[in-house]
């Protein structure tokens, strides 16, 4: 059974950083590409970065570009973002999600809540 | 990169049919997408991929109630035999190697 279980979430002042951590498990982690996925309070949902199977590749939402780092560890089995610069229209509930070979995100973790505020 | 139009709510009684709509914008009909339903408090939950040929593939668990269908630049997900624990957001998806796209989700209420 795939599980994606994220920490890392918390209260964090304008201007501060966080790191998100998705543990994945019940799958071959290396061979899947991932991304994360935002919900603002009372919003959609919205594509924040993805990162390929490898790692090597990596691409972000404009709203994010310069701010946020997306990084996997294939040994660990561990999927980050480094949230840096931190504004409050990035308060969200953060979700990862494994993306499978046609390209759809098919696996979702229960998410972690990042709350920016001073 | 394009866009993907939903409407906001919809409705249906207990047991009746619905049929959720999310349009791609133009230039991008021939996309693949992902239906996604997603309940309050929890995690979003893939339903199905969906192509334009109408051809769908459902993630493990999703029950035979729900089904997918295109029609030009239109996916659908209809959900038959509709019950209470099917009152969820539902969100379409695209992709591409760099980008992902979601529609605005719909609100469905169970009456």
């Known amino acids: 059974e795939v599980q994606l279980l994220e920490s890392g979430g918390g209260l964090a002042q304008p201007g501060g950083s966080l790191r998100l951590s998705c543990a994945a498990s019940?799958?071959?982690?290396?061979?899947?590409?991932m991304t994360w996925i935002r919900q603002a309070p009372g919003k959609g949902l919205e594509w924040v970065s993805s990162i390929s199977n490898n790692g090597v590749y990596t691409y972000y939402a404009d709203s994010v570009k310069g701010r946020f780092t997306i990084s996997k560890d294939n040994l660990k089995n561990t999927l980050y973002l480094q949230m840096n610069s931190l504004r409050g229209e990035d308060t969200a509930e953060y979700y990862c999600a494994k993306i499978c070979a046609a390209g759809d995100a098919c696996d979702w973790g229960q998410g972690a809540l990042v709350t920016v505020s001073s | 990169q394009p866009v993907l139009t939903q409407s906001s709510a919809a409705s249906a009684s207990l047991g009746s049919s619905v049929k959720l709509t999310c349009t791609l914008s133009s230039g991008h009909s021939g996309a693949i997408i992902a239906w996604h339903q997603h309940l309050p408090g929890k995690a979003p939950r893939f339903l199905m991929k969906?192509?334009?040929?109408?051809?769908?593939k459902k993630g493990s668990g999703v029950p035979d109630r729900f089904s997918g269908s295109s029609f030009g630049a239109d996916r659908y997900l209809t959900i038959s035999n509709v019950q209470s624990e099917d009152e969820a957001d539902y969100y379409c998806e695209t992709w591409d190697t760099n980008f992902r796209v979601f529609g605005g989700g719909t609100k469905l209420t169970v009456l």
């Open positions: 969906l192509e334009r040929s109408g051809t769908y």
């Open positions: 019940g799958f071959i982690f290396s061979t899947h590409a």
